[in-house]
């Protein structure tokens, strides 16, 4: 018989919430866009550019293999990005363990947010750069990127794909429908065009926390708790939904979607299983029915 391993609780107080170094990612994919000079690489796929044009085909090649060959092989990136206190691309975020899988949400590094803009301008420029480079190098010219006639264009591009293209108005008919009484005869239901059964859901827009409030105060009031004490309590609630990560707001969350999507699901199986019962006796008794306006 084995004996279970006594083992302790861990705990874990996380000051910030988890956040993604966004813009050192895109500093180093700025720099690998460019293709190095070192003759190393030659023939391997970090010396393969960006944009590439077959002047044969007339098709203009975007190459991601080549830039992502530079940024792996960047001694910055492999350094940068190792998992670390205060470094790494995921800041302050527990890891799982191992054989674990976790899913993680957070926001940019706030240290580096002003930086943002300044990158994701930089790495659009070298974009920019990198194509206009492209052009001299093979003679092509951006303007054979757009035509003067769409509809010809698609319909050779149709036709290369065995589609057909056509440029003519698409054709709906609007059939105006109601929702007729229910209390109708079998043989006014027999021009039905179709049938609805629906489920009414009434959901209390207010605040949570403030309709958990009251009840909280009626039971520690019966518990014997002075007034005092009951509003520092309440205080504490309040404090604790102020924080994005406290147990209060994941329960607040709970309620908002998970409790209400159990519901739903549930009653959901419940007309289904209905419908059924009622189709295998060969009798439905449908409550809300829709027709076609004649």
């Not at 004996?3 to 180093?28: N, T, W």
């Not at 460019?34 to 550019?49: E, R």
């Not at 295998?280 to 409550?287: K, L």
Request: aromatic share 6%; proline share 4%.
């Amino acid at each position: 018989m084995s004996i279970p391993a006594q083992r302790g609780a861990r705990v874990h107080a996380r000051q910030r919430a988890p956040s993604v170094d966004l813009v050192r990612l895109i500093e180093l994919l700025t720099r690998a866009i460019s293709v190095s000079p070192d003759p190393t690489s030659k023939g391997k796929p970090a010396s393969w550019p960006l944009f590439d044009y077959d002047a044969r085909l007339k098709r203009w090649r975007v190459n991601t293999r080549g830039v992502l060959s530079r940024l792996y092989s960047n001694d910055a990136f492999n350094d940068e990005f190792r998992h670390g206190d205060d470094r790494g691309f995921l800041r302050d975020v527990v890891l799982p363990n191992r054989g674990a899988e976790a899913k993680m949400g957070g926001r940019v590094l706030v240290e580096r947010l002003p930086d943002l803009a300044r990158a994701t301008t930089e790495l659009k420029e070298v974009i920019a750069a990198e194509l206009v480079a492209a052009c001299a190098r093979s003679g092509a010219s951006l303007t054979g990127l757009v035509t003067d006639d769409a509809n010809q264009y698609l319909s050779e591009l149709a036709r290369n794909v065995g589609a057909i293209f056509r440029d003519e108005m698409a054709e709906t008919n609007l059939v105006p429908i109601q929702f007729a009484n229910a209390e109708r005869s079998f043989a006014e239901r027999e021009d039905d065009v179709a049938r609805l059964i629906a489920a009414v859901e009434e959901v209390e827009s207010g605040d949570w926390l403030r309709c958990f409030e009251k009840p909280v105060r009626r039971k520690l009031a019966l518990g014997g708790l002075q007034e005092d004490e009951i509003d520092g309590v309440i205080a504490n609630v309040q404090r604790e939904a102020a924080r994005l990560d406290s147990q209060l707001v994941r329960f607040l969350n709970f309620l908002d979607d998970e409790a209400l999507a159990r519901v739903r699901l549930g009653v959901t199986f419940a007309i289904m299983t209905a419908t059924c019962s009622a189709a295998r006796i060969g009798r439905v008794y449908w409550t809300t029915s829709a027709s076609a306006e004649p």
